[in-house]
């Protein structure tokens, strides 16, 4: 599969979808963050729809949160600028979000005056392995989607702002990787073995992310339940059992976003964080129209993630090919 960015008009309908996409996952997941597939299963049956949970519903977590702030940061900057992006989330944060100890700490260690790529490295002793730097990954996935290399790296640099381990760096390239691809395919055209190797290439040999792509494949070809799904390849808070989990729900279920991401929901365990990335990776590949309407309509601030993505696409635009950037409509069917 070889990266072609610019095939059709969809492109700024795929940048849409990748950053609609993932507040979507967030909100849809956000009442049953921490729930077993069982309790899903027992409480609602299944989760098609945004539930009041511990924030309203519609409402996003802090996943959401800071993907707003990686947004905004390469906005402003044009690209990526560690010391801004790790301002922007303490201008953002918000305690009500749902933040993990890791970040907070990481934070307010930065806001006190330590270096922004240095602050995270006193976590654990090496680093925080979560998913936490995946779960906002969607604008670099999408801005740099063309150049995988300056992707990865950029992908590492923002990742080192709260997540250091290197597991937790690798799991954030991986993601945003597979929303480069995504955002690089043509809707109905997707070669599932293609997608996994090229993925497989990209990941660095030898570690937990190339055995989880060989499980992704292994699964596919199976169709199993549940529960070996979660038993193969997670369901929790660490990276590497979240972001390949999420890149199967959308191999699993490529012709619906919202299949995808109902089937991502009702894994259980940290259902936000997957349900986000699952969005993420299916809206950057459906373009923001395969969201069903009634998602969009009751997503928290739907016009400003909107915007936000309009204007990277711009900025995207303007860089690549040396012009203007595009105009950006003001009219939207999105609530704020």
């Not at 290439?201 to 529960?227: G, H, S, V």
Request: hydrophobic letters at 40%; charged letters at 25%; a neutral charge.
């Amino acid at each position: 599969m070889q990266i072609t960015p610019r095939f059709n008009g969809d492109l700024k309908s795929k940048f849409l979808g990748a950053l609609i996409g993932t507040a979507i996952g967030d909100a849809l997941g956000m009442p049953v963050q921490g729930w077993s597939w069982e309790a899903i299963k027992s409480e609602y049956g299944e989760i098609r729809e945004m539930l009041d949970g511990w924030l309203p519903a519609g409402h996003y977590t802090d996943d959401t949160e800071m993907m707003i702030g990686v947004a905004e940061s390469l906005i402003e900057n044009k690209g990526f600028d560690g010391d801004h992006l790790a301002k922007t989330f303490i201008k953002n944060f918000n305690i009500h979000r749902g933040y993990g100890l890791g970040p907070i700490h990481v934070l307010r260690w930065i806001s006190q005056g330590e270096a922004w790529d240095k602050a995270s490295t006193k976590l654990f002793g090496s680093g925080s392995y979560g998913n936490g730097a995946a779960m906002r990954i969607a604008p670099i996935g999408i801005f740099y989607h063309d150049k995988p290399e300056e992707l990865r790296s950029i992908a590492y640099k923002s990742s080192q702002i709260t997540h250091a381990h290197e597991l937790g760096k690798e799991g954030a390239a991986l993601q945003a990787y597979a929303i480069a691809l995504a955002v690089s395919t043509k809707p109905t055209q997707l070669e599932t073995q293609s997608f996994l190797k090229e993925l497989n290439n990209f990941t660095k040999k030898n570690t937990i992310y190339t055995q989880k792509i060989k499980i992704i494949r292994k699964l596919l070809a199976e169709k199993p339940d549940r529960i070996k799904v979660i038993n193969e390849l997670g369901n929790g808070i660490e990276a590497f059992n979240s972001v390949p989990t999420a890149i199967y729900c959308f191999l699993s279920h490529q012709n619906s976003f919202e299949a995808a991401v109902i089937y991502a929901i009702n894994l259980g365990g940290d259902t936000d964080t997957i349900g986000a990335m699952t969005g993420a990776i299916s809206g950057a590949y459906h373009g923001v129209d395969s969201a069903p309407e009634r998602w969009r309509q009751k997503l928290e601030r739907a016009n400003y993630i909107k915007e936000l993505a309009e204007n990277l696409w711009s900025i995207y635009v303007s860089l690549r090919n040396g012009g203007k950037p595009e105009r950006v409509e003001k009219k939207t069917p999105f609530n704020d």
